[in-house]
């Protein structure tokens, strides 16, 4: 005989048939079910199979405390993989497949491992796989490691909500204590979100015994949970706090049925942790058999669920609060056993007379069954046949979220458990949680938990029913018995591992956790915690006090990740910035491509790539070339002390520079290392524009505004980012000042008037623009800048006038190949973590510059002098070969071993110049020109002839032609 | 060589509206925006622009008002050009425009609350002195313009296709979860009250054969 379901009672909705598959076998239940009460109701005894051993597993608890009953959920709106049976809705049709079982539950291929358990002992896989080496192992390991499987056809069809509210009171739990907390807030005037993880709000009330102000339990959480709805409070069943971080910041994971779960992040002033207590295991041998549960759990079942766990039930209590479950059970016509562990319990007689056998003074030795408990074995060596254990062992509060928020614990003798030690700023304890067991306790540290929210003394409800008490007596796990007694369910972790432990020394609790995973994972600890601590405590002739307990982290329970990923999915993942002209681009047939966080066009056309990018590239050195520079960097730099200032930044002089003039430059970082370079524009003689690389405008920003208040006068220079209040739009290449004089920029563009590095003002339409000779083509270049709202006018003007003179619209990859093409370096490409401004062949400003810059410092130190530094070079290969792959290695055969003395950084094949163009960083490179080197990659090798970076004009006659 | 235009979608900044049950987004044009550094009293008398600084859902009325960032940084809005040509300016302070760098979305409606709820950690029921946020993981400047049920958001113009497709995929979800957190709390009552009436007579006994 199994659990059976009764034909009344409950929560269910009969009327409201469904039925679901358990790993291939149909399983009927109705709605209001979870997974694991119609599992229980029909009769399935063994839901999934341990994660170490393999050992058949039943259904433990009721909630977020059970550590076996996990499974696979598909075919439901929303599917998850290793959910916790029970507290997971049942849904009609769904398939379920139990986890860590192959291939179900029942027969388990892999359930012979058990009987090798002895050789199995904790540590087993750091002490065994050592040779020849782990990876031999590691395949077979983690195919066998690890509970669910995930479904790689999962397609999210939404992104989780995630919401922030901000409250007086946070209320977590809404069982008697947090009830009574959340109302008298509320009434006191505070705003209040109340959370349970239950659907339903009661928390022990809905299957403990209770009466409240004269009225029954359910009677009056219906009026409580009315006063709130009246009084405002926002209410969230299904809804875990799984985590309190900084600043009284709560998480909330608010469970859905047929959506991704919804995040909450809530800061509120205050925090009434009124979060239960859950029952303990007691250890005797093979206490893990399916058809052993939590006493507390199994009345849950029978009054929620109308579920009887057995017909022949022996419950096993080291206190009075067993008896509830004990006698609910007699009268739901099971035969009751109390094995009390108690040589004198108080018994009520109102126990006795329901038909409650008690054994005083005894506890079970074992149990007994193959794949289920079939018997029990007690201490005096009695045989009981029986088909459920309960089993309640003391009440452990559930301290997680206070001892997240750093609160300290102390132990009760009363209790046998950690109990919050006072309360933490801003929150408090209640209930259970705060070990108020009791109702009329629990109530009554509701109201306290709420006068010391609101400041207002308020009275508490009052218990008026029969209560039963705890008189708990301490029943902790022994070593040294002669079968498996297991502590941590969930972790396989039994008492002979925790003795094992001790003997080599692992007697701290943290050590022990690490050592034999007590207490790890989704359980934290839940269930097992204490017996553990306990055990360590008798085997190391300390206190538990003594031994402590380990730290407990967020989060609670499981959260999916849905949830903490939020919208920040797909495309939204990271804020992609886009360029102004981008409408512009697409309409030209642009391929867009994602560089350093913008929407940047890679190249226009139809054609393939390669086609289309050498078609840019060489057009734009034969006419004109238009080019987006739009994200460049533009922040400004204004004040008296701005020149000083970007002396400062800038490895070069720049308070030298004349007003209208623009100089390249680089900045540094504290290291030495090139960060970032470009051009620094001086409008007058109090502002400033650093042209930043587009991918480094946020980085470059906080640099400048960092130093701007730790070094100087922050009255005196100012740092204002207005990056994207201009467009640049750049022409460049030989036709470049003709077309833009067609197109009429309100100035002259004479080289007399305006030089290569000067800048000016012009107008188009009556916008005001401005123009600046620069170039990273090595052409003769000018950059236009106009407000970026009205840039696609402009852009539209460029385009038509270029018609006539052989205009190319360019992307990203040809402007890369003709910068290449004249040795121009790209920061984070052409250089990397270790490159100074010495390894570029730029050296003059270290020995000249007379003011102190970022980075001085790390120049002058004996690394950055080496010799045999890495620098700047180019690399030709003979005629007709390929570019050489960009990332390949310089290489020389020394003592018989390849070493590498640098890499090829950019490789192109150059349409202008008809063969390869590669720039590298090598060894020596600068005194090295002429010279050939290996190059290798992948294994094959070949040889390049080291050159000066610039393979292109190098006397520099085209930026004037 | 991939192409990833598909993937993120062009957004036309001009003029979009964006409507759903109680709550309209539109992106408002031509607002004259100039960052101020420095010392803001002067710039204050200077341009004779000496109301409030509105910080964070702080409330701003008019045209002509200013927005403040930081102890030492404002945004001017519709300020005189006078007092707002770019540089620096001897009384202390210096001035950059703004107006094209910065997109301005205006939002209004009873479902209002359910957006800033879902974009941002700011906290509704206090105004803060920096109208600065993280707004839909972006930062921005964020005010009541005019009255409660109305916000004003400053985004970068870079950002601004981000921000209004993070609005695009979230107002529907946040009207929907509204009206849909609505529905389940009246089932859950009526659920409750029925169960109650039945349950009521002998609770401790319904399990009894």
Redesign the interface.
Known sequence: MTARR??????IDRTKRLSFTFDGRTVDGYAGDTIASALLASGIRIVGRSFKYHRPRGIWGFGIEEPNAFVDVTNVPKPGPNVRATTEAAWDGALIKSVNAKPTAENDRHAFIDRFARFLPAAFYYKTFMLPNWRVFEPHIRDMAGLGILDKDWDSS??A??????CDVLVVGAGPAGLTAALKVAEAGKSVLLCDQGWRLGGSLLHR?GEIDGE????WI?KT?ARL?ARGAT?L?STTAFGIYDHHLVALNQQQAERPD?LW?V?PDRIVLATGAIERPLAFGNNDLPGIMSADAALAY??RH?IVPGSRVAVMTNNDTAYEPAT?LA???ARVTVVDCRAEPRIDAQHRQDGVDVLAGRHIASAIGRSAVEAIRLDDGRRLDVDSVLVAGGWTPTVHLYCQAKGRLTWSEVLLAFVPDGDVPGLVAAGAANGSIGLSEALASGADAASACSGISMPAPKSTGHELGLAIAATWPRPRGKERAWIDYQNDVTTKDVELAARENYVSIEHLKRYTTLGMATDQGKTSNLNGIALMAELSGRTIPEVGTTSYRPPFTPVPFTSFAG??VG??M???????L??CH?ADG?????YGG??RP??YGAGS?EEEIAREARQARQSVALFDGS?LGKI?V???Q?AAFLDFIYYNTMSTMKPGRCRYGFILTEAGVVYDDGVLVR??E??FIVSCSSSHVAGVHAMLEEWRQDRFD??QV?I?N?????ATLTVSGPNARMLLQSVGLGCSLEDASLPHMATADGMFEGVPVRITRVSFTGDRSYEVSI????AEILWDRLKQAGKSFQAVLIGL?ALMILRAEKGYIVIGKDTDGTTRPGDLGVGSPLAKKKADFVGRRSLLTEDASRDDRREFVGLAVAPGENPLPTGAHGVVRENGRVRSIGYVTSSYFSPTLGKPIALALIERGRRRIGETILIQHLGAQRRATIAAPCAYDSEGLRLNA | MLDLSPRWPSVSLAQPVLAAPGLEIKMLADISQHLVSGDLSNWSRLAGMSGDRVGALGLATGSIYIVRIASDRMLAINASADAVAAGWHPDGFAVTDMSAALCVIEMQGENLPQIIRRATPIDPRENSPSASCQFAQVTAAIYHHGDRDTVRLHIDRSLAPHVWKWLELNVSTAVSAEHKGRQVERQLKQAQEKRYMAEAPGRNDSTQK
């Open positions: 009764h034909s009344e009672g409950g929560e939404g992104f909500d995630q919401i922030h509210h901000h015994d029954p339990a359910a009677r219906e949970v709805r209410i069943p919804v992040y800061r029978l009054r109308a609910a009268r739901a016509g919208g920040s495309v939204m990271n804020p992609l910035r886009r360029s102004p981008e409408i697409r642009a391929s867009l491509l994602e913008w929407l890679a190249y790539p994200t400004e204004i004040g008296p701005a409008l007058d109090n502002r922050r009255s100012f204002h207005a990056t994207t209040q201009t407000r970026s709202d009205r990859e």
